[in-house]
């Protein structure tokens, strides 16, 4: 993908996200994300099929960000300029989330929030299925894996909306303090 459109899919994507902020998806025209984002109606045609496409798009983008991230220790956005990276995925995951890149808590808070909560879920299952579940397994063999996969997603993502709600005034490594508290003696 070229510069130029790389611009183009950063404005479609800036303008949705605003309007998500705005108003619920299922309100969200295809016109209304052409004019925010000053683009033309082919143009956006180009860049995504459908409305649904560019919310998949932006979802991949937003939680693949992310979720890379958290695996990939040595991506840290200055995050830890003192040099103390948290041993913790799910505390490198909640630093990400802190630093609200794209406006992510915004979403995961919004009238159309189920959506991105879906896909925030989604997401971590891959993540605790190749980074977690696997190698911490010792208690509890009896229970299926996926069951155990979902169960800490569902409870990480409702720990992230407790967060948000609460007004977000715990730092990432005593939340990470919480959830490990609460999930580590299932594994």
């Known amino acids: 993908m070229d510069r130029r459109q790389q611009k183009t899919r950063a404005a ?3 303008a949705f996200t605003d ?7 299922s309100k969200i025209t295809v016109q209304d994300i052409i004019d925010a984002a000053n683009v033309g109606r082919t143009t956006f045609y180009a860049h995504f099929e ?19 991230s958290a695996m990939d220790c040595t991506h840290t956005h200055g ?16 630093q990400h989330l802190q630093e609200n890149d794209h406006n992510i ?5 919004c009238e159309s929030s189920e959506i991105f909560l879906r896909y925030f879920k989604d ?14 397994r010792r208690a509890n063999p009896d229970i299926p894996p996926d069951f155990l996969i979902n ?5 990480f993502v409702e ?19 919480y959830f490990r508290a609460v999930i580590e003696p299932i594994l």
């Not at 309007?19 to 998806?25: C, N, R, T």
């Not at 169960?151 to 409870?155: A, D, K, L, N, P």
């Open 12 to 14: 479609i994507f800036a």
């Open 19 to 25: 309007l998500l902020a705005e108003k619920s998806y």
């Open 50 to 68: 459908t409305k649904d496409d560019l919310l998949k798009a932006l979802c991949e983008e937003l939680f693949g960000h992310i979720i890379s």
């Open 79 to 94: 995050l830890y300029s003192n040099g103390n990276a948290p041993e913790s995925v799910f505390c490198h995951l909640l």
């Open 105 to 109: 808590l915004g979403l995961l808070s």
């Open 123 to 136: 997401s971590l299952n891959g993540l605790i299925q190749t980074q977690f579940v696997p190698q911490n």
């Open 151 to 155: 169960h800490i997603s569902g409870s």
């Open 159 to 177: 720990m992230v909306l407790w967060w948000i709600r609460g007004g977000r005034k715990q730092p990432p490594e005593e939340l990470d303090r």
